[in-house]
């Protein structure tokens, strides 16, 4: 793995056009009269994503690609809560528009990932004014729960439930994700809690959590920024992962076939 991640931070631009393009399809699909409660979250999806291509960030250490206040850590966690509550709620909604014999704990597993993606957000949130890295564990803990709850729920629909073919490919689709994402973010929680057991070492004398440190805390996300490409400053292959996946690939591929399927009259 390159120490220096330049070219695949500039790659990320990718990202935008992609974006750009299934936002405006959906759109597109809304003003035809497409589902509202699919198309919505996922244009808030990609209009965020688009930005966070242009503008990448990770919260530990304020560390950012361009040195702007665009790429600061709280607005980019502004917009991410947003994203993310709404791109959950789009595949929690997707499970009951499917859970055609309404099936009880199936429309309980789906609710289940948005207070599970709810309950994340305080925890990004506390880890951002706290400095607390032990607490971003536990917002990647919860992400765990509600893709496995997803999976889950996907797995026992497509196995008892007869749809059209391009629905029950939904189903599949989330099946196979959650078969790599889950393994792959077990790994993750153990990088995270060995990352937050080397800052403790290192600052065993950890301030007390007072009001006082959470107005310090919040004025760094919102000033403080630390240029690099140094791969450690982003996690490495891990990150790396994470940011094209999530950002410029994978997830909003899957969030526009899902408006291509679901969204549309």
Not at 119 to 148: D, P
Not at 247 to 260: F, N
Request: with cysteine; hydrophobic share 50%.
């Amino acid at each position: 793995m390159p120490t220096d991640f330049r070219p695949f931070l500039w790659l990320l631009l990718l990202g935008v056009p992609l974006n750009v393009y299934f936002f405006t399809k959906g759109a597109g699909s809304c003003a035809d009269g497409g589902d509202p409660k699919i198309i919505l979250p996922a244009l808030i999806f990609f209009g965020v994503s688009a930005y966070r291509c242009l503008f990448p960030n990770r919260y530990e250490g304020n560390v950012v690609f361009h040195d702007t206040k665009l790429s600061a850590s709280l607005p980019t966690r502004i917009l991410a809560t947003f994203s993310e509550v709404a791109y959950i709620y789009q595949f929690s909604h997707v499970i009951r528009v499917l859970n055609v014999n309404e099936i009880g704990w199936i429309d309980a597993l789906s609710w289940l990932m948005v207070v599970a993606v709810g309950i994340s957000q305080l925890f990004v949130w506390s880890a951002i004014l706290t400095n607390r890295l032990r607490l971003y564990v536990y917002e990647e803990l919860g992400w765990a729960v509600l893709f496995a709850a997803n999976t889950i729920a996907s797995g026992y629909l497509y196995a008892t439930t007869s749809l059209p073919s391009a629905r029950a490919g939904l189903l599949l689709l989330s099946l196979g994700f959650g078969f790599v994402y889950l393994p792959w973010q077990f790994i993750h929680l153990r990088s995270l809690w060995l990352n937050a057991g080397a800052n403790e070492s290192e600052n065993e004398a950890s301030e007390p959590m007072t009001l006082a440190l959470i107005k310090r805390n919040a004025a760094h996300a919102l000033h403080k920024r630390k240029p690099s490409t140094l791969s450690g400053d982003w996690g490495g292959a891990i990150g790396l992962t994470w940011m094209t996946a999530y950002w410029a690939s994978l997830i909003p591929l899957w969030i526009y076939h899902v408006v291509r399927v679901l969204g549309t009259t």
